[in-house]
């Protein structure tokens, strides 16, 4: 069902762990020459910036055509809105599977973009249609979020977008808010959704392990266990400004007290697995969670805040970073269980891409050269009674 082959995708992932061992002097040159041979494949790639930047020019040429011929033959009804819509999203699909069957584009910003185009026009077309229906608002955001999340799941599925399979666990963490239920309930149906996301991703995580697809299914695994620990912690945006969000509306109750205890429970099982099956994404999300869980304790307890809180929890996680990394240094080899503080693999950290080539005003500060001393008797410079360099 891929648009990919599995041996293209498993020599993509070669291709870039190879970049990798390169960057860290683990391979020598005859021996890249040889390999790039054999990972070789016919699939156009672009960076991250000119991927990003084709996606958002891709997006700006759909909006616009769909609103154009809205606008140009008056197509303003739910029915008629819908239809264009719907036929909109087709197209777009069906320009994902030309422009990567004939050029043959990997992750390239543009057949991305019209997949996630057709997703969104189809989610549009479905609510629209259940609008003129039933004139149901509910029904109408359910239907929306309905099609989002298995429109997610299939362009996963066809295209390998890990991205657009993010999407859809949370269009359909968000069906059960929905419906006219207690917040508790919400919450708790959201997060069970979520669980079995993750219940189906860490079996196919643990069958594959490391090897594709199971880089996928790590990442999904981790994600899911996140958006779990997001419904259930009631105080995660506990700030005014960010209440629209997700509100706290649980402030008592069994559920309260059942969520707080939650809160230490998913870090702690999350790091567990994760350093016992060396899995970094879960490792990431589960690090990521204990945190929220310290900044979030006080709240759940009816705690006062302190203006020097994050001060001491700052203290506290570089302790504890240099306790591990002395840990890991004094063990044999600089290595316990598998576990090293050195940086063998040199990774190319997309955050730091990114922010790389952010057009921040920044300009370095260098110092001029000095200029060169003189040396020799060039221009009487070196006494000479006063000579100049041609007398």
Same mark, same amino acid.
């Given at each position: ?133 039933? *004139? ?6 359910? #239907?929306?979020?309905? $099609?989002?999340? +298995?429109? !997610? @799941?299939? /362009?996963?599925? &066809? ?93 008592? *109750? ?6 707080? #205890?939650?809160?230490? $429970?998913?870090? +702690?099982? !999350? @790091?567990? /697995?994760?350093? &016992? ?110 000579? !100049?360099?041609?007398?």
């Amino acid at each position: 069902m891929r648009k990919y082959t599995d041996d293209e995708e498993r020599r993509v992932r070669k291709r870039s762990r190879v970049r990798e061992w390169v960057r860290s002097g683990l391979l020598s040159a005859p021996q890249v020459e040889g390999l790039d041979g054999e990972l070789r494949v016919d699939l156009r790639r672009t960076n991250i910036y000119l991927r990003g930047t084709l996606a958002f020019f891709t997006m700006l040429i759909v909006v616009a055509l769909v609103g154009f011929t809205v606008s140009a033959f008056g197509l303003h009804s739910d029915v008629a809105g819908a239809t264009v819509a719907a036929l909109a999203a087709i197209l777009c699909i069906t320009a994902a599977e030309a422009v990567v069957g004939e050029f043959r584009l990997y992750r390239f910003g543009v057949e991305e973009m019209l997949a996630a185009c057709s997703v969104m026009l189809l989610s549009i077309s479905a609510s629209e249609f259940s609008h003129a229906a039933t *004139g149901n608002s509910t029904s109408e955001a359910t #239907v929306a979020l309905l $099609v989002a999340a +298995a429109g !997610g @799941l299939g /362009l996963y599925l &066809r295209f390998g977008f890990v991205w657009a399979a993010l999407g859809g666990m949370c269009c359909l963490a968000a069906i059960p808010f929905q419906f006219d239920q207690s917040p508790a309930a919400h919450r708790a149906w959201a997060a069970v959704l979520l669980g079995v996301v993750f219940a189906v991703t860490r079996v196919q995580r643990i069958r594959y392990e490391e090897e594709w697809p199971g880089d996928e299914y790590g990442v999904l695994q981790a994600a899911a266990l996140g958006g779990v620990y997001l419904l259930l912690n009631v105080h995660v945006f506990w700030w005014d400004r960010y209440h629209w969000l997700l509100q706290q509306d649980v402030s008592s *109750g069994g559920f309260y007290w059942l969520t707080w #205890v939650l809160t230490w $429970v998913l870090p +702690a099982v !999350g @790091l567990v /697995l994760g350093i &016992r099956e060396k899995d970094r994404p879960l490792l990431a999300v589960s690090v990521a969670t204990a945190i929220v869980t310290l900044t979030t304790n006080k709240p759940y307890l009816g705690w006062e805040r302190h203006t020097w809180d994050p001060i001491l929890l700052g203290v506290v996680l570089m302790a504890v970073a240099l306790g591990i990394r002395r840990w890991l240094s004094r063990g044999p080899d600089a290595a316990r269980s598998g576990f090293t503080a050195a940086r063998i693999v040199l990774r190319q950290d997309p955050v730091l891409s990114v922010l790389s080539a952010a057009p921040l005003p920044i300009q370095a500060h260098t110092h001029a050269a000095a200029p060169p001393a003189a040396t020799g008797f060039d221009g009487g410079r070196s006494g000479g009674a006063g000579g !100049g360099g041609s007398f």
